[in-house]
């Protein structure tokens, strides 16, 4: 249930509080379930190349900011910034494609959003953000509430005790610039959209509440679901029952002492798959509130080289997609955007998506679960970290929970990936088998992957070589043979894979500008693209073991890295669709391939 809020949360006084600070909290589960009043729409913006809204001269940190949203009380007062006077910007959205001046601009803008509130007693608010790229500080009323770090996963804060009778300010600082010690790292294949990018909203709950709950089935063998909850707070003897009217089960259970329960049954749902995706209407009481959502139930497992869906062999026949609007580029953020992108995957015959290379927003995996699309999750720990970092450890690990924590009630969701095309060494191996249990000591219940790169080559045999064989359920890997090398050499080329998992072709493909056409040997031709495709999946038959593949890409996206004029023009060409949505001769080539499988 998602109403906007006529009125507006717990008051301590129409004073604002000079000491009290808020509350920085583990993620809210499924937050659109609650009563919300939404934050998008126009904010003020303020671009701040130097800083000086929160440095001084000397780089330090000062008290009387931005964030203060001075004005002047006297003639003579000096205050060189004004949020009402500045220009305003579409929330959720990127600076980039919003304001031309900031199209390259990497750096920090600071915005600002007043709403009224009004006393509501025996209530807390949280103040929610889907996310914001990169680093951000924020303020409610003065008041500096949480720092966040990281651009893809959600988080919130408790501001009830900040909020006043009457106009609320919230401002955020949002700096995108990239370090060598972050995650993702300097260098990365997609473009730095900047900004508040995805919804941010008010968020209405009792003062005990329910932080986490977890529905799952947990065996095809007597259909038994696993059910536990885990409040905000660790108190004791907290009422929760469990509905599902449509499965006839209604089970009541009683915290303990840490604000955990858990409870196991029998029933017998019929299960999620991409031909039935169907979902069941779950109610959850906490005492006397309640919360809704749909949950789907299905088993994912492996048997040996097979990828078992519900018991039985499937092929993923996937397409990778990066979070951007289907026609013409920028962050995408809604339900509409979503639905476009996933249609047009679902015209080229997948059943299957892998979220490239960093958590999508939420309604990139609630719209595939409805039209029955599995997907694969990932964390953008992208080319070179810095492994030795304990912070750059902290920060992906970060991630990753808020990853699993917002999606692990979604069906569809089979694999977590923990890291892409990373160059080999212990450090690395230490770094990302940490992460790798870290995840399934989170989430017993999916796959592990990520996407490895093959290493070992002689003449025409490739040997897939990775010491994280031994931490993931499926291996899997990029391959991009006909473009990157031994171009027109795929017919030759045969694959060693020396472990006893399932097989992911996790990238391959090559690019090419719609509408350009020539010989199937030149660059940059559809015709050169098709060709390729042709190759490749000729050549991916051969491959003993193969479960699934996720070509790059959908659709052309920007990036900063592909500056060919007249060709690129700042777009990464690998899309099976223009950036307009419009289809390229490849598309075809692989549809037919997944007719076949």
């Given amino acids: 249930m998602k109403t906007i809020l006529s009125v507006m949360m717990l008051m301590v006084g129409a004073v604002l509080p000079q000491v009290v600070a808020a509350e920085s909290l583990p993620l809210i589960q499924n937050v659109n379930a609650y009563e919300t009043m939404s934050l998008n729409g126009e904010w003020n913006y303020i671009v701040d190349v130097q800083e000086e809204g929160y440095y001084d001269y000397r780089m330090k940190p000062m008290q009387w900011g931005f964030f ?8 003579e007062d000096l205050i060189e910034y004004d949020f009402d006077k500045s220009p305003t910007m579409q929330i959720p959205g990127d600076w980039n494609t919003q304001d031309e001046r900031l199209f390259f601009y990497e750096g920090t803008v600071w915005f600002k959003k007043s709403f009224q509130a009004v006393p509501m007693q025996d209530y807390r608010t949280l ?13 409610v009323n003065g008041k500096e509430v949480g720092h966040h770090v990281g651009g893809f996963t959600p988080f919130n804060f408790d501001i009830s005790d900040l909020l006043i009778e009457g106009e609320n300010t919230i401002i955020v600082k949002v700096d995108n610039k990239r370090h060598a010690e972050a995650v993702p790292t300097l260098i990365f294949d997609w473009w730095n959209y900047g900004g508040i990018t995805r919804d941010v909203m008010l968020v209405k709950v009792p003062p005990v509440y329910l932080e986490d709950y977890n529905l799952q089935l947990t065996s095809l063998e007597g259909r038994r679901l696993s059910f536990s909850v885990k409040l905000n707070k660790p108190e004791a003897d907290h009422t929760v029952t469990l509905s599902i009217p449509e499965l006839k089960i209604k089970k009541t259970i009683k915290t303990a002492a840490d604000g955990t329960a858990s409870i196991n049954m029998k029933a017998k749902p019929q299960l999620w798959c991409p031909e039935n995706p169907k979902r069941y209407q779950v109610e959850i009481t906490l005492d006397n509130s309640t919360i809704g959502d749909s949950i789907g139930f299905r088993m994912i497992e492996t048997r040996g080289k097979q990828i078992l869906l519900n018991g039985q062999p499937i092929f993923l026949k996937g397409i990778s997609i990066h979070e951007e609007k289907p026609n013409g580029g920028g962050r ?9 992108l996933l249609s047009w995957a679902k015209e080229l015959g997948c059943n299957f998506v892998r979220l490239a290379h960093y958590p999508h927003n939420e309604y990139m995996v609630r719209e595939p679960e409805r039209m029955g699309i599995l997907v694969w999750s ?40 923990i890291a892409n095309e990373t160059p080999h ?4 191996d230490a770094f990302l088998s940490r992460l790798a249990k870290q995840a399934r000591s989170l989430d017993s219940t999916r796959l592990i992957s990520m996407a490895m790169e093959v290493t070992g080559a002689s003449n025409y045999v490739n040997r897939l070589n990775d010491n994280m064989n031994e931490y993931v359920d499926v ?9 990157y090398r031994d171009v027109n050499d795929a017919p030759m080329m045969t694959w060693e894979i020396p472990y006893d998992k399932p097989v992911i072709i996790s990238e391959f493909g090559g690019g090419a500008k719609f509408g350009y056409h020539g010989a199937k040997n030149q660059r940059w031709t559809e015709e050169f693209q098709e060709n390729l495709y042709r190759e490749n999946t000729a050549m991916l038959d051969k491959i003993d073991g193969l479960a699934g593949t996720t070509p790059w890409i959908l659709k052309d996206f920007r990036s900063p890295r592909r500056v060919l004029p007249g060709i690129q023009d700042y777009y990464n060409r690998k899309g099976l669709f223009s950036d307009k949505g419009e289809k390229k001769l490849a598309f075809y080539v692989l549809k037919q391939w997944y007719e076949g499988k």
């Fill in 68 to 75: 203060q949203n001075a004005k002047p009380q006297r003639p």
């Fill in 127 to 139: 103040l929610y953000f889907g996310a914001v790229n990169y680093d951000c500080h924020v303020w």
């Fill in 332 to 340: 995408a953020n809604s339900t509409e955007d979503a639905h476009t």
């Fill in 378 to 417: 990932e964390i953008p720990c992208y080319w070179t970290i810095a492994w030795k970092n304990p912070k750059t450890y902290e920060n992906a690990c970060n991630q990753l929970t808020d990853m699993i924590s917002r999606d692990h009630n979604r069906a569809n969701v089979i694999i977590w990936s």
């Fill in 425 to 428: 060494s212990a450090e690395r």
């Fill in 475 to 483: 291996v899997s890997f990029n391959q991009y043979i006909g473009w």
